[in-house]
């Protein structure tokens, strides 16, 4: 029996937000030092020191079956802010949507080769639909709407939820960590990434509906760690869209510190336009606005990861 059966992951109770916030609910509150977002006292971050050499790489699946809470977006701005410091990345874009592969400016209509054919042909190799991105250090798998085949093609594959473990296991030692977008679903390609990673990091949007799926992600992990990677952990959880300017904000993020505790990074995303922005010019954050806030907010983040 695997340690992790024993300790629930978190606290489901405290989950539970009761009531939606009342629209009587003063929205914005007059503070004039906005709190730590996360109510206790920040950790000591070390800067990142520098590497010697590179690999074997941390796999992290950025994951959560609910849409548009920022896992494209944190798996970007991550990833680059992670190769600002001197680490080798490789972006895995695992939704057939192709949003990471737009947001790194590649039109993923245009590719012949993607991660698709990685996965569903044997021939194909990682050095074939690896691409360059215009950031030192990170490189992108890119995939686009063929990728939504093989979800149906894989069921009757044996060992199918090992397939993307499998293909990606040679690039491992040539990178430090590989960041995979996952789609928002918890289907067979999100337990393929599951499968293969060392860690989750999971991006939530402090909005009250955000918490409702939580318990069922929680759920699928479990399952993930008794049946196929006992050594899967979360890495952490990101909240994203922080309003610090909003009560219900600021109440979601007590929710989700009172159930997660430490897991809960110190950093949070801040709601701001500037990430839309990214997308349209296909760069991350940390270039397109490189002393913005939300550059900041990744760098820091990167620094967490780095430190767990
Ligand atoms: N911190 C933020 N502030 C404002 N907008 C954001 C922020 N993060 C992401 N967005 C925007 O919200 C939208 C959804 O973000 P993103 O694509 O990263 O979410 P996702 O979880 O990957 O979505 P999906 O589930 O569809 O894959 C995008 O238009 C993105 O630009
Ligand atoms: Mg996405």
Avoid at 93 to 118: C, K, R, W
Avoid at 211 to 225: C, F
Avoid at 260 to 282: H, K, Y
Avoid at 283 to 293: D, G, M, Y
Wanted: glycine letters at 6%; a negative charge.
């Amino acid at each position: 029996m695997i340690a992790t059966m024993s300790a629930p992951l978190f606290d489901a109770e405290s989950l539970r937000m009761g009531e939606p916030p009342r629209p009587d609910v003063p929205a914005v509150t007059p503070a004039a030092e906005p709190p730590d977002p996360t109510s206790r006292p920040r950790r000591e971050i070390p800067e990142p020191t520098a590497l010697s050499g590179h690999g074997p790489a941390t796999v992290l699946a950025m994951c959560n079956q609910k849409g548009g809470v920022g896992k494209t977006t944190s798996t970007i701005n991550l990833g680059a802010a992670l190769a600002e410091y001197g680490r080798r990345v490789l972006l895995v874009d695992f939704d057939p949507q192709g949003a990471l592969s737009v947001g790194l400016g590649v039109q993923p209509h245009e590719l012949d080769t993607t991660i698709y054919n990685l996965i569903m042909e044997r021939r194909v190799t990682l050095d074939d639909v690896v691409l360059k991105t215009a950031v030192d250090g990170l490189d992108l798998l890119p995939s686009n709407i063929d990728l939504s085949a093989a979800e149906v093609q894989l069921v009757s594959e044996v060992g199918r939820e090992q397939t993307l473990g499998r293909v990606l296991a040679p690039a491992l030692p040539h990178y430090d960590y590989v960041l995979v977008d996952c789609q928002p679903s918890l289907g067979l390609l999100t337990v393929n990434a599951l499968a293969c990673a060392h860690g989750v990091l999971i991006p939530l949007e402090c909005e009250y509906f955000s918490l409702r799926g939580v318990a069922l992600l929680m759920d699928t992990i479990e399952k993930v760690q008794d049946r196929l990677n006992p050594d899967l952990e979360i890495t952490g959880i990101l909240a994203t869209m922080y309003d610090p300017r909003t009560l219900h904000t600021r109440e979601v993020m007590a929710r989700v510190v009172e159930a997660f505790g430490d897991l809960v990074f110190d950093t949070v995303i801040n709601r701001t336009v500037r990430f839309p922005e990214t997308t349209v010019a296909g760069e991350p954050i940390t270039r397109w606005a490189s002393r913005s806030q939300g550059a900041e907010a990744y760098r820091a983040l990167a620094r967490e990861v780095i430190a767990r």
